[in-house]
């Protein structure tokens, strides 16, 4: 297995064969980065569009290369162009030194020094700059600047720039496309949200109880304190094909939340409230369920509106998130037509939630978030069969059950082939679980599980992650039982936070990582893997 795991980096010193005076350059028809519009191209200089947009929808650019530059100590400053405002982030030797909105009128630029001399490598460094625009970009100019990068109060010209790119990093990020798909509990700091990539869609459930007062509007990271964290974890597939609260208190009553993808369509997602016990109340419960893009997740955004209807159902919540497929989101009861559980739009939430009545009489609600699949990557199958409105709560029902099964069989095979025969299926389910549950996803780690979801310390943007390394790494190994690529992502994240350089020393930092701080020495895996083969 670790040769697998290896293999994807072994490639890390090789370069692309010919090299040009300028950089590559990828644009791209959603704000996320996923699926190339057009490539590859080659620009002038760093924040240059190169081709003519006109006929072409384009939300986010990517350049990459590598920079001359005499060895010293640096200020890198971004500064927009041709007043047009956006959100950029750059890299120097994946050091990531820029992360924010650039706003021609208000905040024309973004400056960040360069603590290490460069270059880090021997004769050059690594430079990457992602912008993103809020709305497509087409202008018949060619070519058009959006940025400009420099270096002490000085640009950055094509002279000393070069399109030589690691072919590791090529293969690495369009591995990170490829996996960054479909819906899980992404969301480091609630684990009720249940979250669509490569929109960035969040969808947060809430519960209000009009008798006593009680709300609780997101469950929060894990926690032994059943004050802080009223619930019990239950099983949780690799990557949210199925998820379960097995428990979850709320205002004297027990209640298991359960999700789960359509094995026919897996960019439709189920969520499923089962009540466990009754309490006789004179109003009802209110359960809703509300879609938002959370800012950690920034530049992306969507567009959210919820919709009327004669027809069952009453409210659908539609995003409309640019150059990616719609989402359509609907409650599910005991009756499609009239029921005593009417949804409505949410009223404290600018109309981006819906609420659904639960009454004591009530055992069950769904709700059904469908992605249209036929310009989605993740999906298995065609959009046909998959309208949300094919959902009733038996059918809903079933497909959790099923998820849930083909899990616990996976859990059995696991123990039955571990190398000690006395490994419990508990054990494995325990393994699996444990890893499943903590498996999040940030724009710059990408998925990844940290040592803590959720850091009370607040670090990195408000994401609050951290990944120690040692720690990281032994959940690498641990992982490939589980999730091939969260292996690979967390042996890659962690060997790009080594620090290598023969004046201030090198080897893993011995304290915490969380994104934006450490060097990278990504060519350090050679050895690894030569010595572990």
Known sequence: MFHHLCLLLLTATTSITSHQVG????????QAFSGKLKSPFIASTIGVVPLNLKKENALAFRWTG??????????????????????????????????????????????????????????????KLEYVVPRDLKTKSTPLQLVALFANSSEITAQSLSTNWPKAELTYSTARVDEEQGW??????????????????????????????????????PSCNRTMFPAKHGLHARRGEYTEIEEFEFDGEKFRIESATDPSDVSTNL????RLTKVVRSTNITISINASVPSVWAPRSCTITTTNSSDPPPVLLSATCPGLPPVVVRAVTDSLSSSPTITTIGSNTAATSIDVL????????????????????????????????????????????????????????????????????????????????????????GIIAPVFRGSVWGLDRGSGYVLFEWDT??????????????????LIRMVKSMVFDSTHGGGFVAGFWNGHCGTSCFDLIISCCIHNK
């Open 184 to 221: 899980n509990t992404w969301l480091d700091m609630d684990l009720l949200t249940h979250a669509l990539l490569p929109h960035g869609l969040a969808l947060s459930l809430s519960f209000k109880a009009a008798q006593s007062g009680t709300t609780s509007s997101q469950l929060g990271t």
């Open 66 to 127: 590598s920079l001359t530059i005499t060895k010293g100590l640096y200020i890198f400053s971004l500064r927009s162009s041709n007043n047009i405002s956006g959100f950029a982030r750059l890299w120097i030797d994946d050091h990531l030194l820029l992360d924010d909105y650039l706003d021609n009128s208000s905040s024309p630029y973004l400056e960040a020094r360069y603590s290490i001399p460069i270059p880090f490598w021997e004769t050059s460094s690594r430079v």
């Open 473 to 490: 790494m032994l959940s690498g190994w641990m992982s490939l039982y589980v999730d091939s690529w969260l292996a690979k992502s967390h």
């Open 271 to 274: 969520i499923l409230i089962t």
């Open 358 to 445: 639960f009454p004591t009489s009530t055992v069950s609600v769904a709700f059904v978030a469908y992605a249209a699949a036929s310009s989605s990557s993740f999906s298995n199958s065609s959009s046909s069969s998959s309208s949300s409105s094919n959902y009733t709560l038996n059918r809903v029902q079933a497909i959790i059950a099923l998820r849930r099964s083909t899990l616990q069989a996976r859990f059995k095979t696991m123990a039955a082939s571990a190398m000690d025969t006395t490994t419990s299926n508990e054990t494995a389910a325990g393994l699996a679980t444990s890893i499943a549950w903590n498996v999040v996803y940030t724009s710059q780690e």
């Open 23 to 30: 950089v590559n350059f990828d644009s791209f028809s959603n």
